[in-house]
């Protein structure tokens, strides 16, 4: 059984930082790419940042400089921080592992970035 947990979520004032996690079981977690998406109310989701097995990382751009994607494949845990939110961040955020035909999901984390 394949599980992917995020947490880290809440509420955040603009400017400030948060960290998600997610915590993965049930995959070989090295050999899968790992993202984080996140989608806005009324908006699709979209790739944020995602990570290789070897560490290879790409963002996209609204992230680039503000967000740092990372993994520790021993405990099998992907990370993103999260820094100079703003209020367009606002989303659900959500983890995922990929490879090959294989494409796994959390259940999704809530970021909300307000005064």
């Known amino acids: 059984q394949v599980q992917l947990v995020e947490s880290g979520g809440g509420l955040v004032q603009p400017g400030g930082s948060l960290r998600l996690s997610c915590v993965a079981s049930?995959?070989?977690?090295?050999?899968?790419?790992m993202g984080w998406y996140r989608q806005a109310p009324g908006k699709q989701r979209e790739l944020v940042a995602a990570?290789?097995?070897?560490?290879?990382?790409t963002y996209t751009d609204s992230v680039k400089g503000r967000f740092t994607i990372s993994r520790d494949n021993a405990k099998k845990l992907v990370y993103l921080q999260m820094n100079s939110l703003k209020p367009e961040d606002t989303a659900v955020y959500y983890c995922n592992a990929a490879r090959g035909e294989f494409n796994y999901w959390g259940q999704g984390t809530q970021v909300t970035v307000s005064s």
């Open positions: 049930g995959i070989v977690f090295r050999t899968y790419a």
């Open positions: 990570i290789t097995g070897g560490g290879t990382t």
